[in-house]
């Protein structure tokens, strides 16, 4: 098991979450990860990263995996302007490579919003560390996990 699933599970259990990690193999899409585990497109969780250009920081937006951010929405929450994060600093950020970034278990603290869409349902399901695993979990959990703020963001 990677260090990266064993740090997502870790995050949750210390949490006292329920959860289940399934692996999917190679989904590259959002619809492609629905598929796999026979749920809603909006159920799954996408973390979409950012660099905050004036911090220099990663920035988090938690959205539904049918909806897409909105770069202008998400500059005024953010409060500075946001550019396209690279995989060394999301990596260096939250400890996962891109397409295998969890909402939980980050190696450092991050900025968070999450998509209202997603609190809409039982359970959504996210990436657990690495690009061939998901975990399924309660969305209303993730405010209290991530620090993420409510915010519409979306296009």
Same mark, same amino acid.
């Given at each position: 098991?990677? !260090?990266?699933?064993?740090?997502?599970?870790? @995050?949750?259990?210390?949490?006292?979450?329920?959860?289940?990690?399934?692996e999917v193999g190679q989904a590259r899409t959002a619809q492609e990860a629905a598929d796999s585990v026979g749920c809603?497109?909006?159920?799954?969780?996408?973390?979409?990263?950012?660099?905050?250009?004036?911090?220099?920081e990663a920035v988090l937006f938690l959205t539904a995996?049918?909806? !897409?951010?909105?770069?202008?929405?998400?500059? @005024?929450l953010a409060g500075e302007p946001l550019g396209k994060a690279d995989a060394t600093l999301i990596r260096a950020q939250t400890g996962f490579a891109i397409g295998g970034v969890s909402p939980v278990g980050h190696l450092n603290p991050i900025r968070a919003w999450i998509d209202p869409r997603l609190l809409e349902f039982e359970d959504v399901w996210a990436a657990a560390g690495t690009p061939r695993h998901v975990v399924a979990m309660d969305p209303r959990e993730l405010p209290r996990l991530t620090g993420a703020v409510e915010a519409d963001f979306t296009l």
């Open positions: 098991m990677s !260090k990266s699933l064993k740090r997502v599970r870790k @995050a949750l259990e210390d949490a006292g979450l329920a959860h289940e990690i399934r809603h497109l909006d159920q799954i969780a996408k973390s979409i990263i950012f660099r905050a250009e004036d911090s220099g995996g049918g909806n !897409k951010v909105c770069a202008e929405k998400a500059t @005024a």
